[in-house]
């Protein structure tokens, strides 16, 4: 079966220090891999998504960046936190659908982010 | 992908059925419809999906108008655990997965 590991669950982090969140699938291959903020009282938005290795596409021009080493791993990474980095951060894949370019999505358990 | 419009809120009693609308007219013919919802402090939770035909589920009926311009999502017997962000999304023609505002379901005693 498949699943989903995002750590750490929780983050304190002081202005202008890095991040780096990570987040691996495992069971599946060739997974489209997401990273979604959500700031508190707010929806999901969707900050980078990756349908295979080293493919990056961005929907937020901001401070944060996204990397695919691997074909089960995403990283979100920060240089520089600011305090409006705060929020929940999570981590979702979707299988290759093939001609279905959109599947089921399955999230991880997310990462409480607050900058201080 | 497909713009959706949801109600922003919705009570419902317990045991009662819980009948979530969505729109969804600018869908395409062969992008799904899918529905996943959110409770609080967790990650959106897969429910059903459906193309043209109605779905049920363990969970979840989904009823899609024969337009395709609209579909209900129905919990047949909601249970305070129901009180979630719901979500539907139309789409499929290329990866983006977007979430819209969704409906609040307050799920009564």
């Known amino acids: 079966s498949q699943t989903i590991h995002q750590w750490p669950a929780t983050l304190v982090q002081p202005v202008g220090s890095p991040l780096s969140l990570e987040c691996t699938v495992e069971g599946t291959s060739n997974p489209n891999l997401y990273w979604y903020r959500q700031a508190a009282g707010r929806g999901l938005q969707l900050l980078f998504y990756s349908v295979g290795i080293g493919q990056i596409s961005s929907e937020v021009p901001q401070n944060l960046s996204a990397s695919r080493p691997q074909d089960r791993q995403f990283i979100l990474s920060s240089k520089k936190l600011l305090l409006s980095d705060s929020g929940f951060y999570l981590c979702?894949?979707?299988?290759?659908?093939?001609?279905?370019?959109?599947?089921?999505?399955?999230f991880g358990q997310g990462t409480r982010l607050t900058v201080v | 992908d497909a713009k959706t419009t949801q109600p922003p809120s919705m009570d419902c009693a317990e045991g009662r059925a819980a009948n979530l609308p969505c729109n969804h007219s600018?869908?395409?013919?062969?992008?799904?419809v899918y529905w996943y919802r959110q409770i609080h402090s967790q990650g959106p939770q897969y429910i059903i999906h459906?193309?043209?035909n109605n779905e049920t589920n363990e969970m979840a009926s989904l009823i899609i108008t024969e337009d395709r311009k609209s579909s209900t999502l129905i919990l047949p017997h909601a249970t305070l655990r129901d009180t979630a962000v719901y979500y539907c999304i139309g789409g499929g023609s290329n990866y983006k997965l977007t979430f819209g505002k969704g409906t609040l379901l307050t799920v009564n005693p």
């Open positions: 459906g193309l043209k």
């Open positions: 979702a894949w979707t299988r290759d659908g093939g001609m279905v370019f959109l599947t089921e999505a399955f």
């Open positions: 600018t869908i395409s013919g062969n992008e799904y």
